[in-house]
């Protein structure tokens, strides 16, 4: 299979991400999960802050587009982010008639106890590894972060190009 064939398959790949992301979950990770359980946010709330807050303020429309959720459930889950505190509506920049919605610092805190919980899961899961494995999957995480970036530059260069959004 792969040790013989350097150009695996997406779908080898795939099943391979899979079992590793397992493996992984099963030797710590359930400091993070319980952390978010804790919460007591749903997996798209979750998913909307982690948007917020790797992109900056969006308004209800862009959050729907990117949770492919419609624009009321996307208003609903905006107000009872707001009612928890964990995000805020500001003016947007432009028109001030326009409500952005950006994550507020109790929004900022709870990712950052999610994600200090996910590390500590990792660095448990990865201390178990051999010095090789850990050299091996670190040159590979280079590798394949270097080419999603490319291919991530290459998407946003057409899309400029072609117009679309």
Known sequence: MLERDPNASPKE????????????????MGKSLSVMNDSGL????LIALHLLRQRGPH?????????????AATSHLVERLVQMGMVRREEHEGDRRKK?????????ALLDRIN????????KAFSSLSG??????????VQVMQEFDETSKM?????VENHVD
């Open 13 to 28: 790949v795939a099943a391979l991400f899979i079992r590793a992301t397992h493996a992984i979950h099963s030797q710590g």
């Open 42 to 45: 749903t997996f798209t709330q």
């Open 59 to 71: 308004s209800v429309g862009e959050i729907a587009s990117h949770t492919k959720l419609s624009k």
């Open 100 to 108: 952005r919605v950006a994550v507020s610092n109790k929004g900022n």
């Open 116 to 123: 200090t919980a996910r590390t500590t899961g990792l660095l």
């Open 132 to 141: 090789a494995a850990r050299g091996a999957l670190a040159r590979a995480l």
């Open 155 to 159: 998407s946003v260069s057409n899309k």
